[in-house]
Structures are given as C-alpha cells and as structure tokens.
C-alpha cells in the first residue's frame, strides 16, 4: 500500500497539463505519391502526421470534438476521470519526449487524437511505439493501443503488462479523404488501467496487404495469412456472395450499409470475429479457416458475422425496431440457416460436416445447448442453440413465407427505444411469435408448434434474461 502510494505521488506529480505552445501549426499540404501505381511500404510519408514525436507542447484540456487538422487532441472517454494525460520529458523512446496517459485508480477508456489527410482508396500502416507499466484491464490482454477514433472500429495489438519500447501497427484503407487516429489505453469493453507512454507515430503505404473483391464483398487481410491460391479464394468469396443475396431476399431485398460492399478485414481483437462494415476477422484464425476453406468449408463463422450485418440498425432507411430480437446470436444463426437450407452450403463445426439443411442437427442435439440437451431435458439454462431448433420447427410446419413476411412486417415498424429497453428476453421473443403467428394461413398460433410446457420452461429462462 505504501509503495503505491509513493507511485501515485511520483506519478501525479509529473502529470502536468502542459498548455498550447502558441507556435503555428503548419498547414497540411498532402505530398504527392512518388509512385501512385506501386508505393513502396515502409516509406514513410511527411507532411501527414504532425508533432509525431511529441516534442512541441499540445493542449491536453479535453475536447470531445476534433476541431483542426495536424493538431493532436485529447478526447477524453469512458471513467475519464480516473485517466492522467501529460507529455513527459526523458520518458520518450530513447529519452525523448513523449505522451503519457495513465489511469492508477481503475479501468478507463481513453484518447488522445489527430485528424489527418489521407487519399481515399490508398492502403496505409500507421505505426506506433508504446511502452508500458503495469497495464491491465477487464481482459488478459487488455492494453494500449492504436485505433481510429470510434467505438467499434479497427485497433492495433495491445499492448499490456510492463513491457519496453513495442512498435504495434493499424492498417487502414480509407473511404474518405481524411482519419481520426488515436492513442489510446483502453478500448471498447477492453478498458485498462495503468501507465501507457507513445512516442514516434508514423504513416506509411501498406504493400503487405492482401485484397480481393467480389460481388458483395472485399477480403482484406495481409498476405503473410492468405494459406490458398487467389482461385480459390475467389471460388469462396462467390459463394459468401450468394448467402448475402439469400439474406437479401429473406429480408424483402433490404441491403445493409446502402448496398455497399461489405469489407472482411483481418484485426487484433478479443474474439473470433466481429460484425459490421468491415466485419473485423482475428488474425490468429484466418489461415487456419483458409485451409478449411480449401476442403470445401464455406466457413460457418463468417456467415454468422454476415448475418448480424442484416440485424436492424444496419439499414439506411430508417431505425426498425429490436422488440423482436431476443437473443442476437440465435438471430445471425437463423438467417444463416435459411441461406444454408436454399444454398446447400457447406459448414465444418465442431469435427462435423453439414450439407444444407443438415445443419438442422446442430440445434437439434449436436452441442451443449442444443435442444435435446437442454429444453427436451427440461433444464431451466442457456439454451441458444435449443431456441434456433424452435424456429425451424415454425419453419417446417409454415414454410418460409411466414419468415419473409414476418421481417417485412417487424422492418418496417419503428423502434421504440423506451418501450424496448425495459423488455426482457421473454418478452421479445414472445413478441416475434405473436408477429409471426399474424402471418400463417388463417392466422394460426406457432406457439402450437410447442409441445406442453415447452413454453413455460422458455418463458422462465428467458424472463431471466436482458
């Protein structure tokens, strides 16, 4: 206790705010491409990222807002309170000075900023040095980073523990002619605490990456993890094309994200994958799935991502409403069986090979949570796998009409974020029932596909549930 008290004191006492230098910031005159056909990586680019090692003084008074290209600013973020921001002098790679942010007291989320300019369509690394001391957080590698600035989107390798000077890299393709990169400890749902210091932020052309576009959809990842021959990621990417078009038509021809092409793209994060545009692929699996993918795998965790991207919020039109969306995760997995089902596609799980509709199985009785393992069983515990089960048995007393009109129906119904945010899981998935039972012939109840006291032992799980 009294050795962190002597670290706080240490530490507080060199977390001094350190107010505008008063010097002009010059204008950013973006430099033309030496060699816009083939640009070398590793050559970094000048005139992009200024103050880029922290020598002249910045303004560390938080704002929230980006106000002038070329200028760093810190924008705070979650529990900022607990966060110390400075420049520190002699602490810096190879005792320059350098950016400090740290956070003694608990977990914290926070940013420090620069808007640059960029060439939309370019491929770009930017890099960072990062050492820390006794970071941690909500994750074993919860840590520092580098990230552009918004909730959800791209970050670079962690950086956690008491480590030296580490070089982490974000690459980048931007669609528009400008990026909000930031410095970070913390992340979304991976805040961390301790001290994180930056120094040496660079920008180069990316070469390294590997991109391949097909109809509905761009492969971006590095080559070092591309395991197959371009043909055959080609062959693969055609048919992904064809599960978006079959969620296309499940949902009445709505297309997320305005019909843009939905980008999958390799990133350091906590999970196997991540929905939306771009989906963020782990890195760590993606020469793996590749090889699976060349034994005819159409790869069952990138449809799942797919499939979320078609959960409301995605659409242009307006917000339609989540009252339905009981479990999320059971939702991307019965869109993707419909795909699957008209496809006959193709998906490994779990040592197994499903064709098609022979996926059914999976819910059925092929895992921990499947229905003959847990409803049928009679056990009052999480049961997603069992509850996908459910739905296609409404499919296969109803057909699938009933499931394209009931989203039809439910996508065009506003959200009522008040009414919504008290619901729980119960109450949603009651709710998709009721819309669904609108839309059989003669209006018939699909709660009679239920055997007795099926209901009642959902409805006591889920009531449990948010």
């Known amino acids: 206790m009294r050795l962190y008290s002597l670290l706080s004191s240490l530490l507080l006492a060199t977390f001094v705010a350190v107010s505008c230098s008063g010097k002009d910031e010059p204008m950013i005159d973006f430099p033309d491409d030496p060699n816009p056909d083939n640009p070398a990586t590793g050559q970094y680019l000048s005139g992009i990222i200024f103050n880029q090692n922290f020598e002249d003084d910045i303004n560390l008074t938080k704002n929230s807002d980006v106000p002038e290209d070329g200028k760093w600013y810190y924008v ?16 810096g790679y190879k005792d320059s000075r350098c950016l400090c942010i740290a956070a003694l007291d608990h977990t914290v989320d926070v940013a420090v900023v620069q808007r640059i300019k960029v060439v939309p369509g370019k491929n770009y690394k930017v890099s960072v040095k990062i050492k820390t001391s006794g970071v941690s957080g909500a ?24 480590t030296d000077w580490t070089t982490v890299s974000l690459e980048l393709e931007p669609e528009t002619d400008y990026l909000e ?24 052309y990316n070469n390294d990456l590997y991109v391949q576009e097909s109809e509905h959809l761009v492969l971006m990842c590095d080559k070092k993890y591309i395991a197959i021959s371009e043909s055959m990621i080609g062959e693969w990417l055609s048919k992904l094309d064809k599960v978006y078009e079959a969620y296309v038509e499940l949902f009445s021809g709505r297309k997320p994200y305005g019909g843009n092409k939905i980008r999958i793209r390799s990133g350091s ?3 196997w994958a991540y929905a939306g545009n771009p989906i963020q692929w782990n890195e760590n699996y993606i020469t793996e799935t590749l090889m699976s993918v060349k034994e005819g795998d159409w790869c069952f965790g990138l449809m799942h991502e797919l499939g979320h991207d078609f959960a409301p919020g995605h659409f242009t039109e307006f917000s339609a ?34 064709h098609g509709k ?95 006291g099926e209901l009642d032992l959902i409805k006591k799980y889920l009531s449990t549930q948010k």
């Open 358 to 452: 022979e996926v059914v199985a999976l819910y059925r009785s092929d895992t921990p949570n499947s229905y003959d393992n847990i409803i049928k069983a009679g056990r009052c515990e999480e049961m997603g796998n069992g509850l996908t089960y459910c739905l296609w048995r409404i499919r296969d007393a109803y057909g699938w009409q009933v499931w394209i009109d009931t989203w039809d129906e439910i996508y065009r119904t506003r959200i009522n974020s008040v009414m919504e945010s008290s619901m729980n899981q119960w109450q949603k998935f009651d709710y998709l029932l009721t819309i669904l039972s609108k839309h059989t012939p003669d209006g018939q109840d699909v709660r009679e596909t239920f055997p007795d």
């Open 269 to 271: 994060i906590n999970a």
């Open 181 to 204: 990169i930031a410095l970070r400890l913390g992340a979304n749902c991976d805040d961390a605490r301790g001290v994180a210091y930056f120094d040496n932020v660079s920008i180069s």
């Open 321 to 354: 409403t989540c009252a339905f969306d009981f479990n999320e995760e059971v939702m991307a997995n019965w869109r993707m069986y419909y795909a699957l089902e008209k496809l006959d596609g193709v998906v490994f799980n779990n040592d197994k090979i499903y």
């Open 76 to 91: 705070g973020g979650w529990r900022e309170s607990g966060a110390k921001v400075s420049q520190i002098d002699g602490y």
């Open 139 to 162: 994750n074993p590698e919860s840590g520092a980073c580098i990230s552009l600035n918004s909730a959800w989107s791209l970050k670079s390798k962690r950086v956690y523990g008491t």
